[in-house]
């Protein structure tokens, strides 16, 4: 049986709305802390899968939601789908890189390499002029950073592909989508 996590009462509600809490129980909290009942098979970050454990802002949370993935049955899978950090196109010295530009939207993340932060804006112009702004915090973590927090959690990683269509993780890989594993004999 499937069960939920989420901090979103709206969230919560439009789950809710779909299917009765009899065919998916909800456990209110966040990823890093919440308890849910029962063992499973398979955990994922849902909430647009991307990039959700990057909401984490410091690396002990995102440690703890790879500990909370406790509800994994010995062999369980948790898998992760994450951007890779493109700090190759930051020149020295500057912040910001730029990377929609459009008539209707200006997209930028701003980088703090210090605490591996990342604030994305998005700035959308409408049809009659007015203007709406985004902005996203996020924690970036390196594939090599995510093994260890898996490692330090008792996962192994299992797989590491470039996207959902298990395309080669390469350097130039904009993204990956990572499997860990509980050992099946813990």
């Known amino acids: 049986m499937p069960?939920?996590?989420?901090?979103?009462?709206?969230?919560?509600?439009?789950?809710?709305?779909?299917?009765?809490?009899?065919?998916?129980?909800v456990a209110v909290g966040d990823m890093a802390t919440a308890v849910a009942p029962g063992t499973y098979t398979l955990v994922y970050l849902v909430y647009l899968v991307y990039n959700t454990i990057s909401n984490l802002?410091?690396?002990p949370e995102q440690v703890a939601c790879f500990r909370n993935a406790r509800h994994l049955a010995p062999g369980g899978r948790f898998v992760i789908e994450l951007r890779v950090p493109e700090l190759r196109k930051l020149p020295p010295?500057?912040?910001?890189?730029?990377?929609?530009?459009?008539?209707?939207?200006?997209?930028?993340?701003?980088?703090?390499?210090?605490?591996?932060?990342?604030?994305?804006?998005h700035v959308r112009l409408d049809e009659k002029g007015g203007v709406r702004i985004a902005r996203s915090p996020h924690r970036y973590v390196w594939p090599a950073e995510l093994d260890l927090m898996g490692?330090?959690?008792?996962?192994?990683?299992?797989?590491?592909h470039a996207d959902w269509q298990e395309a080669e993780f390469t350097a130039k890989s904009r993204s990956h989508v990572s499997v860990y594993r509980i050992p099946p004999n813990q």
Not at 151 to 160: M, N, S
């Open 3 to 25: 069960c939920a996590v989420e901090l979103s009462r709206p969230i919560i509600d439009r789950l809710c709305a779909k299917a009765d809490e009899a065919t998916i129980p």
């Open 93 to 121: 010295g500057q912040q910001a890189v730029v990377w929609q530009s459009d008539p209707d939207c200006i997209a930028l993340d701003t980088y703090d390499v210090l605490r591996q932060h990342v604030v994305s804006y």
């Open 57 to 59: 802002l410091t690396q």
């Open 151 to 160: 490692q330090l959690a008792g996962f192994e990683l299992e797989t590491r």
